[in-house]
Protein backbone atom coordinates (compact mmCIF):
# COMPACT_ATOMS: atom_id res chain seq x y z
CA UNK A 1 0.00 0.00 0.00
CA UNK A 2 2.73 2.26 1.18
CA UNK A 3 4.59 1.43 -1.77
CA UNK A 4 1.90 2.17 -4.36
CA UNK A 5 0.89 5.29 -2.99
CA UNK A 6 4.36 6.32 -3.10
CA UNK A 7 5.27 5.49 -5.98
CA UNK A 8 2.16 7.01 -7.58
CA UNK A 9 3.52 10.25 -5.64
CA UNK A 10 6.72 9.80 -7.35
CA UNK A 11 5.36 9.96 -10.62
CA UNK A 12 3.42 13.27 -9.89
CA UNK A 13 6.56 14.78 -8.44
CA UNK A 14 8.29 13.66 -11.75
CA UNK A 15 4.86 15.44 -13.85
CA UNK A 16 5.59 18.79 -11.91
CA UNK A 17 9.05 18.66 -12.58
CA UNK A 18 8.53 18.00 -16.13
CA UNK A 19 6.22 21.09 -15.87
CA UNK A 20 8.66 23.25 -13.99
CA UNK A 21 11.70 21.92 -16.64
CA UNK A 22 9.41 23.46 -19.49
CA UNK A 23 9.55 26.64 -17.45
CA UNK A 24 13.07 26.99 -17.06
CA UNK A 25 14.64 25.85 -19.52
CA UNK A 26 13.57 28.66 -21.27
CA UNK A 27 14.43 30.83 -18.20
CA UNK A 28 17.94 29.63 -18.64
CA UNK A 29 18.32 29.70 -22.37
CA UNK A 30 17.05 33.56 -21.80
CA UNK A 31 19.07 34.42 -19.09
CA UNK A 32 22.69 32.32 -20.45
CA UNK A 33 22.42 33.68 -23.77
CA UNK A 34 21.11 37.24 -22.98
CA UNK A 35 22.10 38.01 -20.29
CA UNK A 36 18.13 38.73 -19.25
CA UNK A 37 16.40 38.20 -15.59
CA UNK A 38 12.63 37.67 -16.93
CA UNK A 39 10.18 37.67 -14.98
CA UNK A 40 7.45 38.32 -17.03
CA UNK A 41 7.90 34.35 -17.91
CA UNK A 42 5.08 33.29 -16.07
CA UNK A 43 3.24 35.66 -18.46
CA UNK A 44 3.80 32.75 -21.46
CA UNK A 45 2.71 30.38 -19.31
CA UNK A 46 -0.75 32.13 -18.54
CA UNK A 47 -0.59 33.19 -22.70
CA UNK A 48 -0.51 29.98 -24.04
CA UNK A 49 -2.97 28.30 -21.91
CA UNK A 50 -5.17 31.08 -22.98
CA UNK A 51 -4.55 30.86 -26.42
CA UNK A 52 -5.06 26.92 -25.99
CA UNK A 53 -8.61 27.23 -24.46
CA UNK A 54 -9.43 30.15 -27.05
CA UNK A 55 -8.71 27.43 -30.09
CA UNK A 56 -10.21 24.74 -27.95
CA UNK A 57 -13.47 26.54 -27.63
CA UNK A 58 -13.31 27.21 -31.16
CA UNK A 59 -12.85 23.91 -32.45
CA UNK A 60 -12.93 21.87 -29.75
CA UNK A 61 -9.83 19.91 -30.98
CA UNK A 62 -7.49 19.21 -27.80
CA UNK A 63 -4.62 18.63 -30.34
CA UNK A 64 -5.07 22.03 -32.19
CA UNK A 65 -5.51 24.44 -28.52
CA UNK A 66 -1.50 22.46 -27.58
CA UNK A 67 -0.60 23.73 -30.83
CA UNK A 68 -2.25 27.23 -30.59
CA UNK A 69 -0.63 27.47 -26.57
CA UNK A 70 2.97 26.90 -28.56
CA UNK A 71 2.22 29.02 -31.88
CA UNK A 72 0.68 31.96 -29.59
CA UNK A 73 3.16 32.17 -26.92
CA UNK A 74 6.26 32.22 -29.58
CA UNK A 75 4.55 35.04 -31.41
CA UNK A 76 3.98 36.78 -28.17
CA UNK A 77 7.29 36.58 -27.34
CA UNK A 78 8.70 37.42 -30.64
CA UNK A 79 6.63 40.84 -30.24
CA UNK A 80 7.34 41.86 -26.87
CA UNK A 81 11.29 40.72 -27.43
CA UNK A 82 11.20 43.15 -30.74
CA UNK A 83 9.04 46.01 -28.78
CA UNK A 84 10.32 45.90 -25.21
CA UNK A 85 12.92 43.56 -23.87
CA UNK A 86 15.49 44.29 -26.32
CA UNK A 87 16.17 47.75 -25.09
CA UNK A 88 17.03 45.89 -21.82
CA UNK A 89 19.66 43.56 -22.82
CA UNK A 90 22.36 46.22 -21.89
CA UNK A 91 20.89 47.44 -19.09
CA UNK A 92 21.57 46.26 -15.34
CA UNK A 93 19.82 43.74 -13.56
CA UNK A 94 17.69 46.14 -11.38
CA UNK A 95 16.15 47.58 -14.75
CA UNK A 96 15.24 44.70 -16.20
CA UNK A 97 13.28 43.14 -13.44
CA UNK A 98 11.57 46.20 -12.84
CA UNK A 99 10.83 46.43 -16.53
CA UNK A 100 9.32 42.45 -16.29
CA UNK A 101 7.54 43.48 -13.16
CA UNK A 102 6.08 46.23 -14.99
CA UNK A 103 5.18 43.64 -18.20
CA UNK A 104 3.62 40.98 -15.31
CA UNK A 105 1.27 43.80 -15.06
CA UNK A 106 0.59 45.02 -18.69
CA UNK A 107 0.33 41.53 -19.54
CA UNK A 108 -2.31 39.96 -16.39
CA UNK A 109 -4.57 43.06 -17.11
CA UNK A 110 -4.65 42.75 -20.67
CA UNK A 111 -5.66 39.49 -21.01
CA UNK A 112 -7.74 40.01 -17.95
CA UNK A 113 -9.52 43.12 -19.89
CA UNK A 114 -10.05 40.47 -23.03
CA UNK A 115 -11.17 37.21 -21.42
CA UNK A 116 -12.63 38.78 -18.52
CA UNK A 117 -11.95 37.59 -14.65
CA UNK A 118 -13.83 34.26 -14.71
CA UNK A 119 -11.17 30.86 -14.81
CA UNK A 120 -11.31 29.25 -18.10
CA UNK A 121 -11.43 25.22 -18.46
CA UNK A 122 -9.61 23.14 -20.84
CA UNK A 123 -11.17 19.66 -21.66
CA UNK A 124 -9.02 16.61 -21.86
CA UNK A 125 -9.34 14.64 -24.83
CA UNK A 126 -10.96 11.14 -24.26
CA UNK A 127 -8.05 9.07 -25.57
CA UNK A 128 -6.25 10.56 -22.18
CA UNK A 129 -9.43 10.75 -20.12
CA UNK A 130 -9.07 7.91 -17.39
CA UNK A 131 -6.01 5.69 -15.82
CA UNK A 132 -3.91 3.08 -17.47
CA UNK A 133 -2.34 0.32 -15.05
CA UNK A 134 1.04 -0.12 -14.69
CA UNK A 135 3.01 -2.90 -13.30
CA UNK A 136 2.33 -4.50 -9.93
CA UNK A 137 -0.72 -2.51 -8.95
CA UNK A 138 -0.06 0.86 -9.83
CA UNK A 139 -3.14 2.56 -11.97
CA UNK A 140 -1.86 6.08 -13.19
CA UNK A 141 -3.40 9.03 -14.99
CA UNK A 142 -3.07 8.82 -18.54
CA UNK A 143 -3.15 12.24 -19.11
CA UNK A 144 -0.22 12.75 -16.52
CA UNK A 145 1.72 10.28 -18.04
CA UNK A 146 1.00 11.80 -21.44
CA UNK A 147 2.79 14.88 -19.86
CA UNK A 148 5.60 13.16 -18.76
CA UNK A 149 6.57 11.52 -21.91
CA UNK A 150 5.97 14.97 -23.77
CA UNK A 151 8.49 16.63 -20.99
CA UNK A 152 11.22 14.04 -22.02
CA UNK A 153 10.56 14.31 -25.40
CA UNK A 154 11.25 17.90 -25.53
CA UNK A 155 14.25 17.45 -23.37
CA UNK A 156 15.83 15.32 -25.84
CA UNK A 157 14.88 17.47 -28.53
CA UNK A 158 16.52 20.57 -26.38
CA UNK A 159 19.13 18.64 -26.34
CA UNK A 160 19.67 17.57 -29.70
CA UNK A 161 19.23 20.87 -30.69
CA UNK A 162 22.07 22.48 -28.46
CA UNK A 163 24.00 19.70 -29.64
CA UNK A 164 23.54 18.97 -32.85
CA UNK A 165 22.26 21.42 -35.01
CA UNK A 166 24.17 24.82 -36.22
CA UNK A 167 21.27 27.15 -33.96
CA UNK A 168 22.56 25.27 -31.20
CA UNK A 169 26.32 25.82 -31.55
CA UNK A 170 25.66 29.81 -32.12
CA UNK A 171 23.38 29.75 -28.90
CA UNK A 172 26.31 27.71 -26.95
CA UNK A 173 28.59 30.28 -28.44
CA UNK A 174 26.03 33.05 -27.16
CA UNK A 175 26.49 31.90 -24.00
CA UNK A 176 30.29 31.95 -24.33
CA UNK A 177 30.88 35.04 -25.60
CA UNK A 178 28.46 37.27 -27.16
CA UNK A 179 30.59 39.80 -28.90
CA UNK A 180 32.78 37.34 -30.43
CA UNK A 181 30.46 35.72 -32.42
CA UNK A 182 28.38 38.65 -33.30
CA UNK A 183 31.99 39.87 -35.11
CA UNK A 184 32.03 36.06 -36.84
CA UNK A 185 29.04 37.52 -38.58
CA UNK A 186 26.10 35.92 -37.11
CA UNK A 187 22.91 38.34 -36.68
CA UNK A 188 22.88 38.47 -33.01
CA UNK A 189 19.46 40.54 -32.62
CA UNK A 190 17.69 37.40 -34.43
CA UNK A 191 19.25 35.08 -32.47
CA UNK A 192 18.21 36.48 -29.34
CA UNK A 193 14.67 36.61 -30.79
CA UNK A 194 14.78 32.49 -31.64
CA UNK A 195 15.87 31.69 -28.38
CA UNK A 196 13.12 33.91 -26.00
CA UNK A 197 10.70 32.66 -28.64
CA UNK A 198 11.58 29.30 -27.89
CA UNK A 199 11.52 29.77 -24.09
CA UNK A 200 8.35 31.69 -24.25
CA UNK A 201 6.76 28.94 -26.39
CA UNK A 202 7.70 26.43 -24.29
CA UNK A 203 6.34 28.58 -21.39
CA UNK A 204 3.18 28.50 -23.10
CA UNK A 205 2.98 24.88 -23.78
CA UNK A 206 3.57 24.24 -20.53
CA UNK A 207 0.47 26.49 -18.93
CA UNK A 208 -1.90 24.68 -21.57
CA UNK A 209 -0.93 21.32 -20.50
CA UNK A 210 -1.35 22.82 -16.67
CA UNK A 211 -4.48 24.14 -17.88
CA UNK A 212 -6.29 21.34 -18.60
CA UNK A 213 -5.52 19.84 -14.98
CA UNK A 214 -5.89 23.05 -13.04
CA UNK A 215 -8.00 26.26 -14.31
CA UNK A 216 -7.13 28.68 -16.96
CA UNK A 217 -7.01 31.85 -15.08
CA UNK A 218 -4.94 35.70 -14.94
CA UNK A 219 -2.08 35.35 -12.63
CA UNK A 220 -1.96 31.31 -12.58
CA UNK A 221 1.86 31.87 -13.98
CA UNK A 222 3.48 33.51 -11.45
CA UNK A 223 3.31 31.36 -8.59
CA UNK A 224 5.41 28.74 -10.78
CA UNK A 225 7.60 31.51 -12.53
CA UNK A 226 8.99 31.47 -8.54
CA UNK A 227 9.25 27.57 -8.06
CA UNK A 228 11.12 27.99 -12.17
CA UNK A 229 13.46 30.74 -10.52
CA UNK A 230 14.55 27.86 -7.16
CA UNK A 231 15.35 25.46 -9.98
CA UNK A 232 17.43 27.45 -11.69
CA UNK A 233 18.91 28.26 -8.78
CA UNK A 234 19.61 25.25 -7.81
CA UNK A 235 20.42 24.19 -11.15
CA UNK A 236 22.45 26.78 -11.74
CA UNK A 237 21.97 29.78 -13.74
CA UNK A 238 22.53 29.26 -17.66
CA UNK A 239 22.78 25.40 -17.53
CA UNK A 240 19.74 23.56 -19.14
CA UNK A 241 21.15 20.29 -17.63
CA UNK A 242 21.22 22.05 -14.28
CA UNK A 243 17.45 22.55 -15.32
CA UNK A 244 16.90 20.05 -15.73
CA UNK A 245 17.82 18.14 -13.00
CA UNK A 246 17.35 20.74 -10.85
CA UNK A 247 12.87 20.65 -11.75
CA UNK A 248 12.82 17.03 -11.13
CA UNK A 249 14.46 17.26 -7.92
CA UNK A 250 12.09 20.27 -6.68
CA UNK A 251 9.08 18.47 -8.32
CA UNK A 252 9.63 15.68 -6.49
CA UNK A 253 10.46 17.16 -3.30
CA UNK A 254 7.76 18.81 -2.99
CA UNK A 255 5.24 16.27 -3.96
CA UNK A 256 6.83 13.61 -1.64
CA UNK A 257 7.64 16.19 1.15
CA UNK A 258 4.07 17.51 1.53
CA UNK A 259 2.24 14.19 1.00
CA UNK A 260 4.79 12.19 3.36
CA UNK A 261 5.86 14.89 6.10
CA UNK A 262 2.84 15.41 8.40
CA UNK A 263 2.97 11.03 8.49
CA UNK A 264 6.36 11.50 9.23
CA UNK A 265 6.09 13.66 11.98
CA UNK A 266 2.92 11.58 13.24
CA UNK A 267 5.65 9.34 14.83
CA UNK A 268 7.32 11.84 17.17
CA UNK A 269 4.08 13.40 18.12
CA UNK A 270 0.14 13.98 18.40
CA UNK A 271 -1.72 13.64 14.96
CA UNK A 272 -3.39 17.12 14.97
CA UNK A 273 -0.15 19.03 15.10
CA UNK A 274 1.78 16.31 12.99
CA UNK A 275 -0.90 17.36 9.98
CA UNK A 276 -0.51 21.10 10.78
CA UNK A 277 3.00 21.12 11.05
CA UNK A 278 3.91 18.24 8.49
CA UNK A 279 2.27 20.57 6.00
CA UNK A 280 3.83 23.67 6.65
CA UNK A 281 6.83 22.37 6.78
CA UNK A 282 5.98 20.42 3.79
CA UNK A 283 5.15 23.77 1.89
CA UNK A 284 9.07 25.08 2.86
CA UNK A 285 10.55 22.36 1.97
CA UNK A 286 12.10 23.10 -1.64
CA UNK A 287 12.81 26.80 -0.25
CA UNK A 288 14.80 24.95 2.31
CA UNK A 289 16.62 22.42 0.06
CA UNK A 290 17.52 25.81 -2.18
CA UNK A 291 19.19 26.90 1.25
CA UNK A 292 21.43 23.58 1.79
CA UNK A 293 22.58 23.44 -2.00
CA UNK A 294 23.51 27.66 -1.81
CA UNK A 295 25.15 26.50 1.66
CA UNK A 296 27.26 23.80 -0.31
CA UNK A 297 27.38 25.70 -3.74
CA UNK A 298 26.54 28.98 -4.04
CA UNK A 299 26.43 28.96 -7.74
CA UNK A 300 24.26 26.15 -7.84
CA UNK A 301 24.61 22.02 -9.05
CA UNK A 302 25.77 22.67 -11.96
CA UNK A 303 26.76 26.90 -12.09
CA UNK A 304 29.82 27.88 -13.42
CA UNK A 305 32.28 29.28 -11.23
CA UNK B 1 15.50 73.04 -11.96
CA UNK B 2 14.26 73.34 -8.29
CA UNK B 3 17.04 72.10 -5.65
CA UNK B 4 16.31 68.21 -4.11
CA UNK B 5 16.55 70.36 -0.58
CA UNK B 6 13.56 72.81 -1.84
CA UNK B 7 11.81 69.98 -3.14
CA UNK B 8 12.08 68.29 0.16
CA UNK B 9 10.62 71.30 1.92
CA UNK B 10 8.14 71.05 -0.81
CA UNK B 11 7.05 67.46 0.35
CA UNK B 12 7.21 68.66 4.12
CA UNK B 13 4.47 70.91 3.76
CA UNK B 14 2.36 69.08 1.85
CA UNK B 15 2.68 66.59 4.60
CA UNK B 16 0.99 68.77 7.45
CA UNK B 17 -1.20 70.08 5.06
CA UNK B 18 -3.14 67.13 3.86
CA UNK B 19 -4.14 66.37 7.21
CA UNK B 20 -5.41 69.77 8.51
CA UNK B 21 -7.34 69.88 4.69
CA UNK B 22 -8.72 66.57 6.06
CA UNK B 23 -9.90 67.83 9.51
CA UNK B 24 -11.26 71.50 7.79
CA UNK B 25 -13.40 69.40 5.09
CA UNK B 26 -14.18 66.84 7.44
CA UNK B 27 -12.72 63.98 5.17
CA UNK B 28 -11.05 61.40 7.68
CA UNK B 29 -10.71 59.41 4.38
CA UNK B 30 -8.11 61.30 2.87
CA UNK B 31 -5.87 61.30 6.09
CA UNK B 32 -5.92 57.25 6.42
CA UNK B 33 -5.03 57.16 2.57
CA UNK B 34 -2.31 59.81 3.59
CA UNK B 35 -1.13 57.72 6.32
CA UNK B 36 -1.01 54.74 3.98
CA UNK B 37 1.62 56.35 1.83
CA UNK B 38 3.47 57.24 5.05
CA UNK B 39 3.67 53.93 6.06
CA UNK B 40 4.53 52.50 2.26
CA UNK B 41 6.69 55.19 2.48
CA UNK B 42 8.60 53.82 5.29
CA UNK B 43 8.89 50.32 4.25
CA UNK B 44 10.55 51.76 1.09
CA UNK B 45 12.79 54.01 3.01
CA UNK B 46 14.12 50.81 4.58
CA UNK B 47 14.91 49.11 1.26
CA UNK B 48 16.63 52.12 -0.43
CA UNK B 49 19.33 51.95 2.27
CA UNK B 50 19.76 48.29 0.69
CA UNK B 51 18.79 48.97 -2.66
CA UNK B 52 19.52 52.19 -3.62
CA UNK B 53 22.68 53.36 -1.51
CA UNK B 54 24.16 49.90 -1.49
CA UNK B 55 22.92 48.07 -4.53
CA UNK B 56 21.50 44.96 -3.03
CA UNK B 57 18.60 44.13 -5.49
CA UNK B 58 16.66 42.39 -2.78
CA UNK B 59 13.47 41.25 -4.20
CA UNK B 60 11.96 39.70 -0.92
CA UNK B 61 11.62 42.68 1.39
CA UNK B 62 7.81 41.44 1.84
CA UNK B 63 9.53 39.02 3.61
CA UNK B 64 10.44 41.96 6.19
CA UNK B 65 7.35 44.05 6.04
CA UNK B 66 5.40 40.79 6.38
CA UNK B 67 7.06 39.61 9.78
CA UNK B 68 6.90 43.20 11.13
CA UNK B 69 2.92 42.84 10.15
CA UNK B 70 2.16 39.59 11.89
CA UNK B 71 4.65 39.96 14.77
CA UNK B 72 1.85 42.90 15.48
CA UNK B 73 -1.34 40.82 14.94
CA UNK B 74 -0.04 37.72 17.00
CA UNK B 75 1.03 39.80 20.23
CA UNK B 76 -2.13 42.08 20.14
CA UNK B 77 -3.97 38.77 18.90
CA UNK B 78 -2.44 37.01 22.25
CA UNK B 79 -3.37 40.27 24.49
CA UNK B 80 -6.76 40.41 23.46
CA UNK B 81 -7.29 36.58 24.20
CA UNK B 82 -5.18 36.98 27.44
CA UNK B 83 -3.12 33.67 26.25
CA UNK B 84 0.55 33.07 27.12
CA UNK B 85 2.37 34.16 24.07
CA UNK B 86 5.76 31.43 25.04
CA UNK B 87 6.25 29.49 28.12
CA UNK B 88 9.72 28.95 26.71
CA UNK B 89 12.43 29.77 28.09
CA UNK B 90 10.70 32.42 30.32
CA UNK B 91 6.92 33.12 29.86
CA UNK B 92 6.19 36.02 27.07
CA UNK B 93 2.83 37.15 27.51
CA UNK B 94 1.29 39.31 24.28
CA UNK B 95 0.91 43.14 24.51
CA UNK B 96 -0.89 45.67 22.62
CA UNK B 97 1.11 48.51 23.72
CA UNK B 98 3.02 49.76 20.58
CA UNK B 99 5.94 50.57 23.13
CA UNK B 100 6.25 46.68 23.53
CA UNK B 101 5.04 45.80 20.00
CA UNK B 102 7.32 47.91 18.47
CA UNK B 103 10.75 46.77 19.79
CA UNK B 104 9.61 43.45 19.15
CA UNK B 105 8.69 44.04 15.54
CA UNK B 106 12.32 45.98 14.85
CA UNK B 107 13.91 42.49 16.54
CA UNK B 108 12.51 39.79 15.06
CA UNK B 109 12.32 41.75 11.31
CA UNK B 110 16.04 42.11 12.07
CA UNK B 111 16.45 38.36 13.08
CA UNK B 112 14.93 37.27 9.65
CA UNK B 113 16.64 39.90 7.84
CA UNK B 114 20.19 38.59 9.33
CA UNK B 115 19.45 34.73 8.39
CA UNK B 116 18.32 36.00 4.84
CA UNK B 117 21.24 38.35 4.70
CA UNK B 118 23.32 35.65 5.53
CA UNK B 119 22.36 32.49 3.30
CA UNK B 120 21.32 35.13 0.54
CA UNK B 121 24.39 37.41 0.85
CA UNK B 122 27.00 34.10 0.03
CA UNK B 123 25.48 35.01 -3.78
CA UNK B 124 25.28 37.94 -6.21
CA UNK B 125 23.76 39.35 -9.00
CA UNK B 126 20.60 37.31 -10.26
CA UNK B 127 21.31 35.00 -7.81
CA UNK B 128 20.64 37.38 -5.11
CA UNK B 129 17.59 38.65 -6.35
CA UNK B 130 16.11 35.03 -6.96
CA UNK B 131 17.10 33.83 -3.90
CA UNK B 132 15.52 36.63 -1.67
CA UNK B 133 12.50 36.38 -4.23
CA UNK B 134 12.28 32.44 -2.65
CA UNK B 135 13.08 33.18 1.34
CA UNK B 136 10.43 35.46 0.75
CA UNK B 137 7.69 33.33 -0.69
CA UNK B 138 8.60 30.50 1.68
CA UNK B 139 7.48 32.90 4.50
CA UNK B 140 4.37 33.00 2.36
CA UNK B 141 3.72 29.67 1.83
CA UNK B 142 4.35 29.02 5.86
CA UNK B 143 1.82 31.86 6.59
CA UNK B 144 -0.71 30.63 4.46
CA UNK B 145 -0.30 26.70 5.28
CA UNK B 146 -0.03 27.72 9.25
CA UNK B 147 -3.40 27.48 10.49
CA UNK B 148 -2.93 29.06 14.31
CA UNK B 149 -2.85 32.51 13.31
CA UNK B 150 -5.61 32.16 10.45
CA UNK B 151 -3.94 31.12 7.76
CA UNK B 152 -5.24 32.43 4.17
CA UNK B 153 -7.71 34.44 5.78
CA UNK B 154 -5.68 36.40 7.84
CA UNK B 155 -6.00 37.65 11.21
CA UNK B 156 -8.01 40.45 12.61
CA UNK B 157 -7.32 42.95 15.93
CA UNK B 158 -10.42 44.65 15.78
CA UNK B 159 -8.80 47.48 17.81
CA UNK B 160 -5.75 49.54 16.80
CA UNK B 161 -2.82 48.99 19.68
CA UNK B 162 -2.60 51.78 22.16
CA UNK B 163 0.32 54.12 23.20
CA UNK B 164 -0.28 56.09 26.51
CA UNK B 165 -2.48 59.00 26.60
CA UNK B 166 -3.39 58.87 23.09
CA UNK B 167 -6.74 57.96 21.16
CA UNK B 168 -4.79 55.85 18.43
CA UNK B 169 -8.19 55.20 16.74
CA UNK B 170 -8.25 58.68 15.77
CA UNK B 171 -7.10 58.85 12.27
CA UNK B 172 -5.19 62.37 12.95
CA UNK B 173 -3.22 60.55 15.93
CA UNK B 174 -2.39 57.67 14.40
CA UNK B 175 -1.38 59.97 10.83
CA UNK B 176 1.29 61.92 13.03
CA UNK B 177 2.59 58.38 15.06
CA UNK B 178 3.04 57.26 11.57
CA UNK B 179 4.53 60.50 10.50
CA UNK B 180 7.19 60.73 13.12
CA UNK B 181 8.18 57.45 12.78
CA UNK B 182 8.74 58.10 8.71
CA UNK B 183 10.83 61.36 10.38
CA UNK B 184 12.89 59.18 12.26
CA UNK B 185 13.29 56.50 9.25
CA UNK B 186 14.74 58.94 7.02
CA UNK B 187 17.02 61.20 9.28
CA UNK B 188 18.40 57.20 10.50
CA UNK B 189 19.07 56.94 6.84
CA UNK B 190 20.76 60.61 6.33
CA UNK B 191 22.89 59.96 9.24
CA UNK B 192 23.67 56.24 8.25
CA UNK B 193 24.80 57.44 4.54
CA UNK B 194 26.70 60.14 5.80
CA UNK B 195 28.59 58.15 8.26
CA UNK B 196 31.86 56.04 7.23
CA UNK B 197 29.98 53.17 7.40
CA UNK B 198 27.33 54.76 5.09
CA UNK B 199 30.76 55.79 2.71
CA UNK B 200 31.81 51.96 3.20
CA UNK B 201 28.47 50.91 1.55
CA UNK B 202 28.01 53.37 -1.34
CA UNK B 203 31.41 52.39 -2.14
CA UNK B 204 30.00 49.08 -2.56
CA UNK B 205 27.82 49.94 -4.91
CA UNK B 206 30.19 51.27 -6.77
CA UNK B 207 32.92 49.02 -6.65
CA UNK B 208 32.86 45.81 -4.35
CA UNK B 209 36.82 44.99 -5.41
CA UNK B 210 38.33 48.23 -4.55
CA UNK B 211 36.44 48.15 -1.13
CA UNK B 212 37.71 44.89 -0.41
CA UNK B 213 40.96 45.67 -1.77
CA UNK B 214 41.14 48.89 1.25
CA UNK B 215 40.55 45.96 3.61
CA UNK B 216 36.92 46.63 4.47
CA UNK B 217 35.17 42.89 5.00
CA UNK B 218 32.35 43.65 2.22
CA UNK B 219 30.37 41.09 3.30
CA UNK B 220 29.54 42.38 7.37
CA UNK B 221 29.17 45.94 5.42
CA UNK B 222 26.48 44.97 3.30
CA UNK B 223 25.46 41.93 5.81
CA UNK B 224 24.57 44.78 8.74
CA UNK B 225 22.62 47.38 5.79
CA UNK B 226 20.61 44.40 4.96
CA UNK B 227 19.80 44.02 8.38
CA UNK B 228 18.82 48.10 9.29
CA UNK B 229 17.27 47.76 6.15
CA UNK B 230 15.44 45.08 6.82
CA UNK B 231 14.38 46.43 10.62
CA UNK B 232 12.60 49.53 8.67
CA UNK B 233 10.80 47.80 6.66
CA UNK B 234 9.64 45.52 9.28
CA UNK B 235 8.48 48.22 11.54
CA UNK B 236 6.78 49.51 8.54
CA UNK B 237 5.19 46.45 8.61
CA UNK B 238 4.27 46.75 12.14
CA UNK B 239 2.40 49.65 11.59
CA UNK B 240 0.48 48.82 8.21
CA UNK B 241 -1.07 46.24 10.50
CA UNK B 242 -2.18 48.81 13.01
CA UNK B 243 -3.37 51.24 10.57
CA UNK B 244 -5.29 47.85 8.70
CA UNK B 245 -6.19 46.46 11.89
CA UNK B 246 -6.01 43.02 9.68
CA UNK B 247 -3.23 41.44 8.82
CA UNK B 248 -2.89 38.02 5.55
CA UNK B 249 -0.80 36.65 3.68
CA UNK B 250 -0.82 39.06 0.88
CA UNK B 251 1.33 41.60 2.45
CA UNK B 252 4.15 38.75 2.35
CA UNK B 253 3.16 38.36 -1.17
CA UNK B 254 5.91 38.54 -4.20
CA UNK B 255 3.90 41.35 -5.21
CA UNK B 256 4.12 43.25 -2.25
CA UNK B 257 7.78 42.76 -2.88
CA UNK B 258 7.78 44.34 -6.55
CA UNK B 259 5.36 47.58 -5.28
CA UNK B 260 8.05 48.12 -2.57
CA UNK B 261 10.62 48.40 -5.41
CA UNK B 262 7.95 50.18 -7.40
CA UNK B 263 8.15 52.94 -4.80
CA UNK B 264 11.39 53.34 -4.81
CA UNK B 265 12.12 53.65 -8.33
CA UNK B 266 9.37 55.97 -9.65
CA UNK B 267 10.20 58.05 -6.92
CA UNK B 268 14.11 57.95 -7.33
CA UNK B 269 16.70 55.53 -6.89
CA UNK B 270 18.93 56.57 -3.47
CA UNK B 271 17.31 59.66 -2.58
CA UNK B 272 15.98 60.22 0.86
CA UNK B 273 12.79 61.27 -0.08
CA UNK B 274 12.38 58.96 -3.49
CA UNK B 275 10.37 56.21 -1.92
CA UNK B 276 7.74 58.34 -0.03
CA UNK B 277 7.15 60.33 -3.24
CA UNK B 278 7.12 56.79 -5.31
CA UNK B 279 4.93 55.68 -2.80
CA UNK B 280 2.89 58.83 -2.96
CA UNK B 281 2.32 59.04 -7.04
CA UNK B 282 1.39 55.09 -6.19
CA UNK B 283 -1.99 55.36 -3.88
CA UNK B 284 -2.82 58.71 -6.03
CA UNK B 285 -2.58 56.64 -9.34
CA UNK B 286 -4.49 53.50 -7.53
CA UNK B 287 -7.25 55.90 -6.63
CA UNK B 288 -7.66 58.18 -9.04
CA UNK B 289 -7.29 55.21 -11.79
CA UNK B 290 -8.72 52.91 -9.96
CA UNK B 291 -11.86 55.03 -9.84
CA UNK B 292 -12.60 54.44 -13.82
CA UNK B 293 -11.23 51.05 -14.33
CA UNK B 294 -10.57 47.85 -13.17
CA UNK B 295 -7.11 47.58 -14.85
CA UNK B 296 -5.30 50.75 -13.47
CA UNK B 297 -2.48 48.07 -13.13
CA UNK B 298 -2.26 48.28 -17.01
CA UNK B 299 -1.68 51.26 -16.48
CA UNK B 300 0.74 51.24 -13.98
CA UNK B 301 2.91 49.07 -15.53
CA UNK B 302 2.90 51.33 -18.90
CA UNK B 303 4.07 54.16 -16.67
CA UNK B 304 6.73 51.61 -15.20
CA UNK B 305 8.00 50.74 -18.16
CA UNK B 306 8.26 54.14 -19.98
CA UNK B 307 9.74 55.44 -16.70
CA UNK B 308 12.81 52.55 -17.27
CA UNK B 309 12.76 52.99 -21.17
CA UNK B 310 13.39 56.97 -21.12
CA UNK B 311 13.37 58.12 -17.51
CA UNK B 312 15.21 56.19 -15.30
CA UNK B 313 15.76 58.90 -12.57
CA UNK B 314 12.29 58.86 -11.43
CA UNK B 315 10.12 61.40 -10.25
CA UNK B 316 12.34 63.64 -7.85
CA UNK B 317 14.61 63.51 -11.20
CA UNK B 318 12.21 65.27 -13.57
CA UNK B 319 12.68 67.96 -10.85
CA UNK B 320 16.56 68.30 -9.81
CA UNK B 321 18.56 66.28 -12.11
CA UNK B 322 21.48 65.66 -9.38
CA UNK B 323 23.58 63.07 -10.42
CA UNK B 324 22.80 59.63 -8.83
CA UNK B 325 24.99 57.13 -8.08
Known amino acids: ?305 | MISEHFFNKWIWSLLLIIPICGLIFDEPYYITLATKVIILGIAGVGLNLALGYCGLISFGHAAFFGVGGYVTAIMSYHAINEEILFNWPFDIFGSSEMLIIWPFAIFISSFFSLIIGLLSLRTSGVYFIMITLAFAQMLYFFSISWPNYGGEDGLSIYMRNSLPMLNTMNPLTFYLISLSWLLTSIYISYKLINSPFGMAFQAVKQNEERVKSVGIETFKVKLLVFVVSGAITGLAGSLYTDLNRFVSPSVLDWQTSGEIMVFVILGGIARLYGPLVGAAFFIILEQTLGAYTENWQFWLGLILILEILYARTGIMGLFNKKKTI
Open chain 1, 1 to 305: MTFILFFEQLLNGMQFGIMLFLMSAGLTLIFGVMGLINLAHGSFYMIGAFCAALIAGLTGSFWLALLASLIGAAIAGVLIEIIIIRRLYRRDHLDQVLATFALILLLSEGVRWIFGAFPLYLNIPNILNGSIPLFFDIIYSKYRLFIILIGFLIAAGLYLLITKTRLGIRIRAGQNDRQMISALGVDISKLYTIVFAIGAGLAGLAGAMIGAIQSVEVGMGEPILILAFVVIVIGGIGSIKGAFIGSILVGVTDTIGRVFLPNFLKIFMESANATSMGSSIGSMLIYILMALILIMKPSGLFGKN
